[in-house]
């Protein structure tokens, strides 16, 4: 079993940066793709970003083309994901889950372990 913990959300004003990490604690990380998911308050989980298990191939939500970039450090058994540029529509609970698999997936169903969530607050 894997154990993924979120971290560095918090409260920014739009056009700040953020970086969140996802560490792996237990399990296996280093053979799985990861992705990041969001969820705003009454709305559904939505796909950000997803990586393979080696972090050569990354697949972005359009809407986060050129201001997200997700990393992972497979020694560390940690994944990252920095945000730039930030608007309030960012605001949510950032989740990052691991895949079933090895490559890039972006669908919840494609993902068996998930973290808890770090909430994001971007203020305008």
């Known amino acids: 079993q894997v154990q993924l913990v979120e971290s560095g959300g918090g409260l920014v004003q739009a056009g700040g940066s953020l970086r969140l990490s996802c560490a792996a604690l237990g399990g296996t990380f280093s053979t799985y793709g990861m992705g990041w998911f969001r969820q705003a308050p009454g709305k559904e989980r939505e796909f950000v970003v997803a990586v393979t298990w080696s972090g050569g191939s990354t697949k972005f939500s359009d809407s986060m083309k050129g201001r997200f970039t997700v990393s992972r450090d497979n020694a560390a058994n940690t994944m990252y994901l920095q945000m730039n540029s930030l608007k309030p529509e960012d605001t949510a609970i950032y989740y990052c889950?691991?895949?079933?698999?090895?490559?890039?997936?972006?669908?919840?169903?494609?993902?068996?372990?998930w973290g808890q969530g770090t909430q994001v607050t971007v203020s305008s």
């Open positions: 889950a691991r895949a079933r698999g090895t490559e890039v997936h972006s669908t919840t169903a494609d993902y068996n372990y």
